[in-house]
């Protein structure tokens, strides 16, 4: 998916989690904000790989688009670290990558939908390249701008104005 439609979903993951912590909720939506882009830091022309150019680089290099950082590996190992220095943070940025990435597991770009070839993420990598998904939502797509992308914004801030 797209960047807008990844933290769309990102803001409605952190304003759900900040109903169980309203005090915390500035920091978990905005750790949730930044967790829904950072996995595509691997992607030098991704919306955050365009503000960190040169390390977005090295990480393309190393590893390519959609591999390690679109990995559970990936959402437990940099949720934990921050999650040691501040809980709720943590928390908003591993909800933040789950969103990410459960979005680009039902996102395609090419080929039919409905199909599984290609499609997905590597959630077990490095034990295994094997992706998982489905193709359902077409990136750039009229379902990933209109219901995806204003669905979430608009279900976001009628939980915070409910619940914060």
């Not at 503000?51 to 688009?65: E, F, I, N, Q, W």
């Not at 709720?88 to 039902?106: C, E, N, Q």
């Amino acid at each position: 998916m797209m960047w807008k439609a990844h933290l769309a979903l990102g803001a409605l993951a952190g304003v759900v989690l900040s109903a169980f912590g309203p005090s915390q909720a500035p920091v978990i939506i905005t750790a949730a904000l930044l967790g829904s882009l950072l996995p595509d830091l691997d992607h030098p022309h991704s919306k955050l790989g365009r503000k960190v150019r040169p390390l977005s680089d090295l990480v393309y290099a190393v590893m390519g688009h959609r591999t390690g950082t679109h990995s559970v590996l990936f959402l437990v190992c940099v949720s934990a670290l921050v999650g040691f220095v501040h809980m709720p943070a943590g928390a908003g940025l591993a909800l933040g990558i789950a969103s990410h990435l459960l979005a680009d597991a039902v996102s395609y770009s090419t080929g039919r939908p409905f199909t599984t070839g290609g499609a997905g993420v590597p959630a077990a990598w490095p034990v295994s390249n094997s992706r998982v998904g489905v193709r359902i939502v077409r990136v750039n797509g009229f379902f990933e701008h209109f219901v995806v992308t204003t669905g979430a914004a608009m279900l976001a801030f009628a939980v915070a104005a409910l619940t914060l």
